[in-house]
């Protein structure tokens, strides 16, 4: 493998003329850049970027925690970010912690060495506190720590407010809503519960929340669980939980002779490709996620540049998808 030593002999140059060019800092001649870049492609020389963004004091690379990379949510989402740092000039660095606390604690230590620029954070276990003393640029996406640290997320309330209305409309007396069991007043998704309980408690309708974590269940645990459920307790005719577990719902419904959605109605929550992939499309309420990424990398790279924020608080609009899974009224 060639170094950057058979590169300055080749291009007849010192080998710290070829670091400079390497990492945009020489004055040069074109002739001699022209020289260097043409020993490079024979030589086959491919530079260390890691090398390269320590000597820069820069990583050109952007970490993602998120708590389990195969939830729909999680990994769609991603793939958005990942997108948006590449057209920037950056790399992603994905990070899945399982939704440990101890796990998350020992990403965000290796974090704090000089192999990334910046953090997005989908993950949330952590005490105010310890991002707060993180030390370098973070996005987060669905918890608050403080009006300094940019927070970008979906319009949650309003996610609440459609689904409710949903149910309301299609004539549901008893409503179970599936949360995660790590959600607090700081995790910003829990007003879509809050919401969801307040607008149905004003019509009358009963509902009841369900709290679960993340990296409990994959769909089978889903669909087990959901069995369970409707077993247990065959009064419920309204599900609201994010799309695998929706999807879950509504097969387990189906083997369980109920009619969807006479029987059971069912709102999604998140708007993944699995809110599409059943036989009945689910209802969804939408979160734009490509939007969540854009965003969220813009944000990103303004704290990177040392650009001040307009707003550290950014609510994405979502909206309801009508799908086979509620009641359409005339």
Same mark, same amino acid.
């Given at each position: 493998? %060639?170094?950057?030593?058979?590169?300055?002999k080749?291009?007849?140059?010192?080998?710290?003329?070829?670091?400079?060019v390497l990492?945009?800092?020489?004055?040069v001649?074109?002739e001699t850049?022209?020289?260097?870049?043409q020993?490079?492609?024979?030589?086959?020389y491919?530079p260390?970027?890691?090398?390269?963004g320590?000597?820069?004091?820069?990583?050109?690379?952007?970490a993602?925690?998120?708590?389990?990379?195969?939830h729909?949510?999680?990994?769609s989402?991603a793939?958005?970010?990942?997108?948006?740092?590449?057209k920037n000039g950056?790399?992603?660095?994905?990070? %899945?912690?399982?939704?440990?606390?101890?796990?998350?604690k020992d990403y965000?230590?290796i974090?704090?060495s000089?192999?990334?620029?910046?953090?997005?954070?989908?993950?949330?276990n952590?005490k105010?506190?310890?991002?707060?003393?993180?030390?370098?640029?973070?996005v987060?996406?669905?918890?608050?720590?403080?009006k300094?640290?940019?927070l970008v997320?979906?319009d949650?309330?309003?996610g609440g407010?459609?689904?409710?209305?949903?149910?309301?409309?299609s004539?549901?007396?008893?409503?179970l809503h599936?949360g995660n069991?790590?959600?607090?007043?700081?995790?910003?998704?829990y007003e879509?519960?809050?919401v969801?309980?307040?607008?149905?408690e004003a019509s009358g309708?009963?509902?009841r929340?369900?709290?679960?974590?993340w990296n409990?269940?994959?769909?089978?645990g889903?669909l087990?669980?959901?069995?369970?459920?409707?077993?247990k307790?065959p009064?419920?005719d309204?599900?609201m939980a994010?799309d695998?577990?929706?999807?879950?719902?509504?097969?387990a419904a189906?083997?369980?002779?109920?009619r969807i959605p006479?029987?059971l109605?069912?709102?999604?929550?998140?708007?993944?490709f699995?809110?599409n992939?059943?036989?009945i499309?689910?209802t969804?309420i939408?979160?734009s996620?490509?939007e969540?990424?854009r965003?969220?990398?813009s944000v990103?790279?303004?704290?990177?540049?040392?650009e001040k924020l307009?707003?550290?608080?950014i609510r994405?609009?979502?909206?309801?998808?009508k799908?086979?899974?509620t009641?359409?009224?005339?």
């Amino acid at each position: 493998m %060639s170094s950057i030593r058979d590169v300055a002999k080749m291009a007849n140059v010192a080998a710290c003329t070829v670091s400079r060019v390497l990492n945009g800092t020489a004055n040069v001649s074109p002739e001699t850049r022209m020289r260097i870049e043409q020993a490079m492609k024979e030589l086959n020389y491919i530079p260390n970027e890691l090398a390269r963004g320590m000597f820069r004091q820069k990583a050109g690379i952007v970490a993602m925690l998120v708590p389990n990379i195969r939830h729909p949510y999680f990994s769609s989402l991603a793939t958005f970010i990942e997108d948006e740092l590449y057209k920037n000039g950056y790399k992603l660095m994905l990070c %899945s912690t399982g939704d440990d606390v101890e796990r998350e604690k020992d990403y965000l230590k290796i974090l704090k060495s000089n192999i990334v620029d910046g953090v997005i954070m989908g993950v949330n276990n952590q005490k105010p506190e310890d991002y707060e003393q993180f030390e370098k640029p973070l996005v987060m996406l669905d918890y608050f720590v403080n009006k300094d640290i940019p927070l970008v997320v979906s319009d949650h309330a309003t996610g609440g407010r459609l689904a409710a209305e949903e149910f309301i409309a299609s004539g549901c007396s008893y409503v179970l809503h599936i949360g995660n069991e790590a959600e607090t007043e700081r995790v910003i998704s829990y007003e879509s519960h809050k919401v969801l309980q307040e607008t149905l408690e004003a019509s009358g309708i009963p509902s009841r929340e369900l709290d679960i974590k993340w990296n409990t269940f994959d769909f089978q645990g889903y669909l087990e669980l959901a069995k369970l459920i409707l077993e247990k307790h065959p009064e419920i005719d309204g599900i609201m939980a994010a799309d695998m577990p929706a999807a879950a719902f509504m097969k387990a419904a189906f083997q369980l002779g109920k009619r969807i959605p006479e029987d059971l109605c069912i709102v999604s929550y998140d708007g993944t490709f699995v809110a599409n992939t059943n036989l009945i499309e689910l209802t969804t309420i939408h979160q734009s996620l490509q939007e969540i990424g854009r965003v969220s990398v813009s944000v990103m790279m303004k704290l990177l540049q040392g650009e001040k924020l307009e707003e550290t608080y950014i609510r994405i609009p979502v909206k309801i998808k009508k799908g086979g899974t509620t009641i359409k009224k005339d």
